[in-house]
């Protein structure tokens, strides 16, 4: 179970920093279990309050605002799950070159969930591969860290990044999330189904969920399917929803 945060060393690193430049809130887009016909968790997706996309608010983040971002973001998903009443995992998008000490600066993270009332075993934090990092064993750190307060931890965007599966072999995640590049038109390349079935794989061998992102068309969903995923994300089966839960459609 997680720590309780006030038993927490402070860390001298977490200051405030710059404040933000602008305002924001987040969409939702569910993650669904096709074997369980229910959705697994809903993705927490940065937006600006005008509904802006993450990419304009992503470009305003500098060393001096990062933690107060990472910080922010974690707080909003938090309340906004709670809000909804998200019955499910939430997926927490987290900078790793803003966290100092995983096991202090998730203390923020814990009392938002216990202000708001969201269970903090229904949290996922997710990096994106490809997010340039200070160094391996700092990353291997949070994860461990956020491993052992009962957190469940994933790898976005996996086969975009520099290190592919050589990053398993480094530290082992709960769950990866397929890059969209290696899904689209998966079921008409050849070369891109024998790397899906090569990481499947190794995942299935290192008890590692797999989860197919950006699977837009049917085909693609069928395919991946047989292949023995059962977890997707996609515009197949909901666009992401602004400060709300989207109806998930399912595919016959």
């Not at 990472?70 to 995992?89: H, I, M, T």
């Not at 269970?119 to 996922?124: E, K, S, V």
């Not at 590692?208 to 699977?215: F, L, N, R, S, T």
């Amino acid at each position: 179970m997680p720590t309780d945060d006030s038993a927490l060393p402070p860390c001298r690193s977490c200051r405030p920093g710059e404040p933000l430049p602008f305002d924001f809130t987040m969409a939702f887009q569910p993650i669904v279990d096709v074997a369980r016909r229910e959705v697994f968790a809903y993705e927490a997706l940065v937006r600006g309050i005008a509904g802006e996309g993450a990419e304009t608010l992503l470009g305003q983040i500098n060393h001096d605002n990062r933690y107060v971002f990472d910080q922010s973001c974690r707080v909003k998903a938090v309340e906004l799950a709670a809000r909804l009443g998200v019955p499910c995992f939430v997926s927490i998008n987290f900078l790793p070159n803003a966290v100092y000490q995983a096991a202090t600066c998730i203390r923020a993270t814990l009392q938002a969930a216990q202000r708001f009332g969201f269970p903090t075993r229904q949290l996922i934090f997710e990096i994106t591969e490809n997010e340039q990092l200070v160094e391996k064993e700092h990353l291997k750190s949070i994860i461990r860290e956020y491993k052992r307060q009962g957190f469940r931890t994933a790898i976005d965007d996996f086969g975009a990044g520099y290190s592919g599966l050589n990053l398993l072999a480094e530290f082992q995640p709960d769950i990866i999330k397929l890059d969209m590049a290696m899904v689209r038109a998966v079921d008409t390349d050849p070369v891109r189904q024998a790397i899906v079935a090569g990481i499947l794989g190794v995942c299935r061998a290192l008890g590692i969920e797999v989860i197919a992102e950006g699977v837009e068309s049917e085909a693609e969903y069928r395919l991946l399917h047989g292949m023995g995923i059962r977890l997707f994300q996609g515009f197949l089966f909901a666009r992401s929803a602004f400060e709300a839960l989207p109806p998930v459609h399912w595919p016959d």
